[in-house]
């Protein structure tokens, strides 16, 4: 089955600064690749997501990049605010029976 | 519009017992899926169901069954809990099922302690 390796575990930036979250897959056949935030006590909220056929989508200060050869898609957030604080998690899919597969999560810290 | 909604918000069981968690689609939604959420870690796909029959099943023990009602609303149910079975259980909802690659909403989750 698929499994997917999110990097790094927790990140600390300062407030308007860029991070940038990393994962791999490893099914070739994954298609779909979506980014959830996740507050404290509450359920994961799809902030973005691309396909296979795409290599870059960006949504205001969100960006998510695709290498389908380097089996690897990131995360970047521009101009970080202290609401951006929160747990992300990479996910992949082949859009088969297995749902999604999802990374370990990044606890994302603003520093004001 | 209301998003996907989940009860009980918390909940107490002891081992041996039996839990019932429901969930709500977003309106016009089709698809339930169920995901397990242990501390520290990603969510875990359990079951799919679109158009109430079970399109996808994830590495659970049978011990795990949920089914979709004719107004796509859903019921998990476990079996003789374990310890282990303790974490927040997710369900989410999209127009249509994984197959296909329809975005999934989650609700906010049930919150499951097994002593």
């Known amino acids: 089955g698929e499994n997917v390796e999110q990097h790094p575990s927790t990140l600390s930036v300062q407030e308007g600064d860029s991070a940038v979250i990393k994962c791999t897959y490893s099914?070739?056949?994954?298609?779909?690749f979506p980014w959830y935030k996740q507050e404290l006590g509450k359920g994961p909220q799809l902030i973005i997501d691309i396909r296979s056929n795409v290599g870059e989508k960006k949504d205001q200060r969100i960006a998510v990049t695709l290498n389908k050869t380097a089996k690897h898609f990131s995360l970047h957030i521009t101009e970080t605010q202290p609401e951006d604080s929160a747990v992300y998690f990479c996910?992949?899919?082949?859009?088969?029976?297995?749902?999604?597969?999802f990374g370990k999560g990044t606890h994302l810290i603003i520093q004001p | 519009d209301a998003g996907v909604t989940q009860s009980p918000t918390h909940l107490i069981k002891t081992r041996g017992q039996h839990v019932t968690l429901r969930c709500s689609p977003i309106s016009g939604h089709k698809s339930v899926s169920w995901y397990q959420q242990v501390l520290g870690q990603g969510p875990q796909f359990i079951f799919q169901?679109?158009?109430?029959?079970?399109?996808g099943r994830g590495n659970f023990p049978d011990r795990f069954s949920a089914r979709q009602f004719p107004n796509y609303s859903s019921e998990l149910n476990v079996n003789a809990l374990l310890l282990g079975d303790s974490a927040l259980y997710l369900c989410?909802?999209?127009?249509?099922?994984?197959?296909?690659?329809?975005?999934?909403?989650f609700g906010n989750g049930t919150r499951l302690t097994v002593t």
């Open positions: 169901y679109y158009e109430k029959e079970e399109r």
């Open positions: 989410a909802s999209s127009l249509r099922g994984v197959q296909g690659n329809s975005p999934l909403h």
């Open positions: 996910a992949a899919s082949s859009g088969g029976a297995d749902g999604l597969t």
């Open positions: 099914d070739s056949a994954s298609n779909y």
